[in-house]
């Protein structure tokens, strides 16, 4: 079983559109959870962090974790073309300077 | 708003030469990290470093692979001998101990190609 699994897509979406995007994890230690956006040949830009389980809302982006079920989602709401991305989810033991273990990213793309 | 800067963007190397591959982490952070990703998989950790030193490594780090913080702002991956396995992108990616979490910042990295 692999530790960080997302389905790779793509998902397709009109603008406009709510997008939900979910991770699940095998390891029960993992204790702080990130969203990155990554375009195209560039690097992962953080868009969410997360620690506990709950609810975090920054602007159009709200990120939900449930350490129960080892799950993760991201949410975007009034999705934009520009939100046309592969979005990874990582996360990490603690906040010692530990790696990131990511997933494997899901590409989303928003059409006008 | 500060980022992490990486060069080169690209760099094209034959089998079994040296590469050095430099980042300029974000002035204030500490913690340091390369992360690389082959071609259509995901981002795999390769190497931590604070205070001088290796914190924490992957299986992927080998001996071929070293990193060094030469002055007080590069931070520099070095591939001894490259394989054509090592091509990928390299992100250097850097944390501010100070915000007491794991939000790594990374850079737009560097598209290493080994023919």
């Known amino acids: 079983q692999k530790e960080v699994e997302q389905d790779p897509g793509p998902l397709s979406v009109p603008e406009g559109a709510i997008v939900s995007l979910n991770c699940t994890y095998s390891?029960?230690?993992?204790?702080?959870f990130m969203w990155y956006r990554q375009y195209s040949r560039k690097g992962p830009e953080l868009l969410m962090y997360?620690?506990?389980?709950g609810n975090k809302e920054d602007g159009r982006f709200t990120a939900q974790v449930d350490k129960s079920s080892k799950y993760i989602s991201l949410f975007i709401r009034d999705s934009q073309p520009s939100d046309s991305a592969t979005y990874l989810c990582?996360?990490?033991?603690?906040?010692?300077?530990?790696?990131?273990?990511f997933g494997g990213g899901t590409r989303l793309m928003v059409k006008p | 708003e500060p980022e992490v800067t990486q060069t080169p963007s690209h760099q094209v190397t034959q089998m079994g030469q040296e590469v050095i591959l430099r980042c300029v982490p974000i002035?204030?952070?500490?913690?340091f990290y390369w992360y690389r990703q082959i071609l259509g998989q995901k981002v795999e950790f390769l190497v931590s470093?604070?205070?001088?030193?290796?914190?924490?490594k992957s299986e992927i780090f080998d001996d071929q692979f070293s990193v060094e913080r030469p002055d007080g702002s590069n931070f520099t991956l070095k591939i001894r001998s490259t394989k054509l396995e090592d091509s990928a992108m390299y992100f250097c990616?850097?944390?501010?101990?100070?915000?007491?979490?794991?939000?790594?910042?990374f850079g737009p990295g560097t598209r290493l190609t080994v023919t």
């Open positions: 990616a850097s944390r501010d101990p100070v915000a007491g979490a794991d939000e790594q910042y």
């Open positions: 390891n029960s230690a993992f204790q702080y």
């Open positions: 997360t620690y506990s389980s």
């Open positions: 990582a996360m990490t033991l603690n906040n010692a300077g530990n790696m990131l273990t």
């Open positions: 002035s204030n952070h500490l913690y």
């Open positions: 470093f604070y205070n001088n030193e290796i914190s924490e």
